[in-house]
């Protein structure tokens, strides 16, 4: 699973800071932008979608989410529901 790296960038539209940021990157790492640079329920549903729901295609296996809220809202819960995947 590929490093997940989160910027802080005001505003939601992709900007030219945030393409020229991302190509100093190996295509490897997962490079994201949000207002407070803090992993939050959007970042999470985000990584889901694009990293996670690709590796368990792989083979089932462990799932730990910490106890912060955004792990266990409705919204991510049901996501990871959706692609039979379990976690704890």
Same mark, same amino acid.
């Given at each position: 699973m590929k490093p997940h *790296? *989160?910027?802080r960038e005001k505003g939601s539209k992709t900007t030219h800071i945030q393409h020229q940021e991302k190509t100093q990157y190996d295509s490897r790492v997962y490079v994201s932008f949000n207002d407070t640079a803090?992993?939050?329920e959007a970042t999470t549903?985000?990584?889901i979608n694009?990293?996670? *729901?690709?590796?368990?295609q792989q083979g089932p296996g462990p799932l730990a989410l910490g106890v912060v809220s955004f792990h266990t809202s409705?919204?991510?819960?049901?996501?990871l529901k959706s692609h039979d995947i379990?976690?704890?």
């Open positions: *790296i *989160i910027f803090y992993c939050n549903l985000s990584w694009h990293d996670l *729901i690709a590796a368990f409705p919204e991510v819960k049901a996501l379990t976690y704890s």
